[in-house]
């Protein structure tokens, strides 16, 4: 394992080319949203929905999926 640590070393320091990868991003959401996945979908919901509109949304998806 030295001799790989040796020659990672050596490695850097004789390079000089820097290399950057483009990092394609989606939204971002919050920790707290739900999300659901069933059947090849994927339903996001905020966290920040109305629990009336979650509710709605839990009986739709009830009587579709489950």
Excluded: C
């Excluded at 320091?13 to 959401?29: C, D, G, Y």
């Excluded at 996945?37 to 489950?66: C, H, R, W």
Aim: glycine share 2%.
């Amino acid at each position: 394992m030295s001799k790989w640590i040796y020659e990672w070393h050596h490695q850097i320091k004789t390079t000089n080319e820097v290399k950057f990868v483009e990092i394609k991003t989606t939204a971002i959401s919050s920790v707290n949203d739900i999300r659901i996945k069933k059947s090849g979908m994927e339903i996001l919901i905020p966290a920040d929905l109305e629990q009336y509109q979650l509710k709605n949304i839990l009986t739709v998806l009830a009587s579709i999926y489950f």
